[in-house]
């Protein structure tokens, strides 16, 4: 079932050519194509298998902590969406034309579907979002849209036909459950089968459509935090732990006959204690750091197989882990790291691993860390089980 066997779930050396990206080393990718232009990879992982059948997807998309959505497309050309869980019956026929079933965060539930996303940490970690696998039948697709990040679509089963094209009109359709482009004019149109990859920036618009029966297309996602909430997240956790207890004082308040007048002095107040709140930039990276590591909504850990012994490890899946010069943030935690255990930490960050050696030559401090976090499930020990 799963062909992973034959790939290895490391990234590619940033200067080394590979197929995943068509013959480019991921320095050349980023440079010329990231954010900037699409690019068609034929056969980009050579003899690729699904990494789940169809049961297995349909059965997944029926579990309470799983992000599902089913979209059928009407032979009026009218559009509905439901939100799962669902049950198998709760899903059209196999044999009805024009449905998909999407699933979200498939790398969060499945080994297999988390290491095909480690083949793309050429990309920091903190842009990594999520695998989803869209199911369709015979011509079943989702209109054509435009997403806001960028996306990597790996044709795992059957065929889909692809068109694309520059986004020169984002009004969407109106009385339609989903995104749908109102005017779409495609540039580009090619249909994809296993192994094949399309990469997209970001506001290029896309349909794709599954071809000569049903088909299955893996779509790698890439975060992309929006300013203004960034913002107000990140000064919401720095005010949390921010010290000022200074009052407002208005000695020179006159009498006034427009009482409900905003102060402008108290505005001023307002900025000053935020200016100060955000010109701590040691306080801007640590609230980041939490923030970029804070676990998915319905996440949560399993407890470990066996006891902690000092020993070969491997992050769990779910654990999103970041570094910078004076911090480890693991799962919205940050923790001071400096010397040989900063170190340690930053290679278990990038490598998701340690040997057996480099735990054992850890300090009794850095021990006692990776204890705690084997106790909460956040990391294994080689050999546990990991699905």
Not at 25 to 33: A, L, Y
Not at 38 to 65: D, H, V
Not at 258 to 279: N, Q, W, Y
Request: hydrophobic residues 40%; charged residues 30%; proline residues 8%.
């Amino acid at each position: 079932m799963t062909s992973l066997a034959r790939h290895t779930d490391e990234p590619p050396a940033i200067d080394q050519p590979c197929a995943l990206l068509g013959g480019l080393t991921p320095r050349q990718f980023m440079r010329r194509h990231w954010q900037r232009k699409p690019l068609l990879i034929r056969q980009a992982l050579p003899g690729f298998e699904p990494l789940l059948s169809r049961a297995q997807l349909f059965a997944l998309a029926g579990r309470e902590e799983v992000e599902s959505r089913l979209i059928v497309r009407e032979p009026e050309g009218r559009w509905r969406l439901r939100h799962g869980p669902f049950t198998r019956t709760a899903l059209p026929p196999l044999k009805r034309p024009g449905w998909t079933l999407l699933v979200q965060g498939v790398d969060l539930h499945v080994e297999a579907a988390h290491r095909l996303m480690r083949r793309f940490r050429f990309v920091p970690d903190a842009r990594l979002d999520d695998l989803m696998i869209s199911w369709a039948s015979e011509g079943g697709g989702v209109g054509p849209h435009y997403d806001s990040y960028d996306v990597f679509l790996l044709q795992a089963h059957g065929r889909r036909r692809w068109r694309i094209g520059r986004l020169k009109d984002p009004a969407l359709q109106d009385d339609v459950p989903l995104k749908i482009l109102r005017h779409f004019e495609p540039e580009q149109e090619w249909v994809l089968e296993p192994g094949d990859m399309l990469y997209l920036p970001p506001r290029w618009g896309h349909d794709g459509v599954a071809e000569g029966g049903e088909c299955m297309t893996y779509s790698i996602g890439f975060r992309v935090p929006q300013r203004g909430g960034l913002a107000a997240e990140l000064v919401q956790r720095m005010a949390d732990e921010h010290e000022d207890d200074a009052l407002y004082r208005d000695p020179a308040q006159p009498a006034t006959d427009a009482p409900a007048r905003l102060p402008e002095a108290m505005v001023d107040f307002a900025r000053e204690g935020l200016a100060r709140l955000v010109a701590d930039e040691g306080a801007v990276r640590l609230a980041l750091g939490e923030i970029m590591t804070e676990p998915k909504p319905r996440v949560w850990f399993d407890p470990p197989e066996r006891p902690w012994q000092p020993g070969a490890l491997e992050l769990d899946r779910r654990t999103r882990m970041l570094y910078d010069e004076r911090h480890v943030y693991i799962n919205g935690e940050a923790l001071r790291a400096a010397g040989r255990d900063a170190r340690l930490m930053w290679a278990l960050a990038d490598r998701r691993g340690l040997s057996a050696q480099a735990v054992r030559r850890a300090s009794a401090a850095a021990q006692a860390l990776l204890a705690h976090w084997h106790e909460a499930g956040w990391l294994h020990l080689k050999g546990e089980s990991l699905d």
